[in-house]
T-cell receptor, first 113, second 111 residues
Framework: ETGVTQTPRHLVMGMTNKKSLKCEQHLGHNAMYWYKQSAKKPLELMFVYSLEERVENNSVPSRFSPECPNSSHLFLHLHTLQPEDSALYLCASSQDVRGAEAFFGQGTRLTVV | GQNIDQPTEMTATEGAIVQINCTYQTSGFNGLFWYQQHAGEAPTFLSY??LDGLEEKGRFSSFLSRSKGYSYLLLKELQMKDSASYLC????????????WGLGTSLAVNP
């Protein structure tokens, strides 16, 4: 496999469920990102990891909890979500946090019911 | 405040040329990016401009004027597969990690 891979591609969860999104990159990059993409809104940066250390948290509610066990893997743990959290969640990676080019995964389409 | 403006939708004909504009007002500037996103797919990197002028890459070119806070993406010899959303993003100089994104321009290429 190459590039950035996200699983699952689609997820439907109830407001009381706990689920996790997974992202894996095979590019040897040191920086990884979680973005939220909602209809009629710009891409929203949620979290940034550099060399497995969280370097940015953009006022994201605590019901979203990221985890970066190593530089190739990134998780987003979800619990007690709200319907307005339904969106496309995109993972990306770049050589480093100042990299000129980010590579995106295909995203997880999340629906909260 | 931080703001990126681009047209919501554009339509063009196969074989033609189309120019997608992006204007920005940001507290700082450290580069402008264009990404292409097909429906249901990942955004893919197209171009990066940090200095004024035109960067050409095959059928796609990107232009930047920092003094005017303006960029455009030029697509030549349009193909049906170019139908996609084109996202403009500016890297804030104050925080090199933060990209400020536009809403994207949805381009429809008709036969």
């Amino acid at each position: 496999e190459t590039g950035v891979t996200q699983t699952p591609r689609h997820l439907v969860m109830g407001m009381t469920n706990k689920k996790s999104l997974k992202c894996e990159q095979h590019l040897g990059h040191n920086a990884m990102y979680w973005y939220k993409q909602s209809a009629k809104k710009p891409l929203e940066l949620m979290f940034v990891y550099s060399l497995e250390e969280r370097v940015e948290n953009n006022s994201v509610p605590s019901r979203f909890s990221p985890e970066c066990p190593n530089s190739s893997h990134l998780f987003l743990h979800l619990h007690t979500l709200q319907p307005e959290d339904s969106a496309l969640y995109l993972c990306a990676s770049s050589q480093d946090v100042r990299g000129a080019e980010a590579f995106f995964g295909q995203g997880t389409r999340l629906t909260v019911v | 405040g931080q703001n990126i403006d681009q047209p919501t939708e554009m339509t063009a004909t196969e074989g033609a040329i189309v120019q997608i504009n992006c204007t920005y007002q940001t507290s700082g500037f450290n580069g402008l990016f264009w990404y292409q996103q097909h429906a249901g797919e990942a955004p893919t990197f197209l171009s990066y401009n940090v200095l004024d002028g035109l960067e050409e890459k095959g059928r796609f070119s990107s232009f930047l004027s920092r003094s005017k806070g303006y960029s455009y993406l030029l697509l030549k010899e349009l193909q049906m597969k170019d139908s996609a959303s084109y996202l403009c993003a500016v890297r804030d100089a104050g925080n090199n990690r933060k990209l400020i994104w536009g809403l994207g321009t949805s381009l429809a290429v008709n036969p």
